[in-house]
């Protein structure tokens, strides 16, 4: 399966954004789906994941601010920001697995076989 990420972009502290992630070459209704972001100088780091028909899991710095969704119809993932803050800038990462997992595993990069490209959040001061 190939993805593409898009969605992001400039906006100011407080301010809200929807990242899309569109796949093709598979149904993305079968696999676990999850976005991750990567700082400049640091590590990617989870974010959110949603599995089986709606079972979503988040990071503790977004609850409350963030919200994964799915669009099987659309083959597409989506993630809504709101209340951004400027920690959250980062590159964006969607990623999609077709394995089964346990929970406590969907937060892991190496969980994840099919990354998107990345789209870069910049949330200004």
């Known amino acids: 399966v190939q993805l593409q990420a898009s969605g992001g972009g400039l906006v100011q502290a407080g301010g809200s954004l929807r990242l899309s992630c569109a796949a093709s070459?598979?149904?993305?209704?079968?696999?676990?789906l999850a976005w991750f972001r990567q700082a400049p100088g640091k590590e990617r780091e989870f974010v959110a994941a949603?599995?089986?028909?709606?079972?979503?899991v988040y990071t503790d710095s977004v609850k409350g601010r963030f919200t994964i969704s799915r669009d099987n119809a659309k083959n597409t993932v989506y993630l809504q920001m709101n209340y951004l803050k400027p920690e959250d800038t980062a590159l964006y990462f969607c990623?999609?697995?077709?394995?089964?997992?346990?929970?406590?595993?969907?937060?892991?990069?190496?969980?994840?076989?099919?990354w998107g490209q990345g789209t870069l959040v910049t949330v200004s001061s």
């Open positions: 990623a999609a697995d077709s394995s089964p997992r346990i929970t406590s595993t969907w937060n892991r990069v190496t969980s994840y076989a099919y």
């Open positions: 949603i599995r089986r028909i709606s079972v979503k």
């Open positions: 070459g598979g149904t993305l209704s079968s696999y676990g």
